[in-house]
């Protein structure tokens, strides 16, 4: 018997990658769905994209800024760069306070700060960004060490992670750590919305794939543009997968 489980994360209020997303999912037709946080953040349809997810009862982790949307704080908990990239930062995020609807607000405030499910035999530990917190960011270039430590200390086969929008795989300490990238914001140099699908067999390692969905942005960043508050930033990200 096999397990087959598709996991995406980091919509980020982009409903056509959203859509595009879910519509690849349904036709890989696997036997669960979940759903690693940030509905909201950098786009322009946050109500909406909260609806597809929400709408179709997928378990959702919380993501730092469903947390910063859902309880109203005055900041994301994001680590940015550079002075300009917080100053967006901190625009997305009240805009998105303001546009997201109470009752909508109060859904993101129920969501779980992780889901551990188990397949074939195999657990899984699904985050946001890492097991210790939600907006810790996992990169695959992180020191051998550090990543060793969180391997082995995260109590699971397999931990699936997003949050920093670069999809990696990697078995480390024993431990298979797979970063599913991100729908609706990728910051790897290509614009297609990401997400990956789990085949499980017993006696058999767990095999993964990053898919790539493609869909048109431009209604999207079309909709950036024309939101006050919103930085134009974002719809090029969208527009170029991130590339400066």
């Not at 409903?15 to 759903?35: H, T």
């Not at 920093?164 to 024993?174: D, L, S």
Request: hydrophobic share 40%; charged share 25%.
């Amino acid at each position: 018997m096999a397990t087959r489980i598709a996991v995406f994360s980091d919509p980020h209020g982009n409903r056509a990658a959203a859509e595009a997303v879910l519509a690849a999912i349904d036709n890989a037709a696997p036997d669960a769905v979940y759903c690693l946080g940030d509905l909201v953040g950098y786009g322009a349809c946050p109500n909406e994209t909260i609806d597809l997810v929400r709408g179709r009862g997928i378990p959702t982790v919380t993501g730092n800024y469903d947390d910063g949307v859902g309880f109203d704080r005055d900041s994301c908990g994001c680590a940015y760069k550079d002075a300009a990239e917080e100053a967006r930062g901190q625009a997305s995020l009240f805009w998105s306070r303001q546009a997201t609807t109470s009752g909508r607000k109060a859904y993101l405030r129920t969501l779980a700060p992780e889901i551990r499910v188990e397949a074939e035999g195999i657990r899984f530990r699904l985050v946001h960004g890492s097991p210790r917190r939600m907006n810790e960011y996992l990169f695959a270039d992180r020191d051998a060490r550090s990543l060793e430590r969180i391997a082995s200390g995260a109590d699971c086969d397999v931990l699936v992670f997003g949050h920093t929008h670069i999809p990696w795989v990697r078995e480390v300490a024993g431990t298979l750590l797979v970063n599913d990238g991100s729908v609706g914001k990728p910051k790897d140099g290509d614009p297609r919305a990401a997400w990956a699908l789990f085949d499980v067999r017993p006696g058999a390692p767990v095999a993964v794939e990053i898919r790539r969905v493609p869909y048109d942005p431009a209604p999207m960043a079309a909709a950036i543009r024309a939101a006050d508050g919103l930085p134009d930033h974002f719809a090029r990200d969208i527009e170029t997968g991130g590339r400066p």
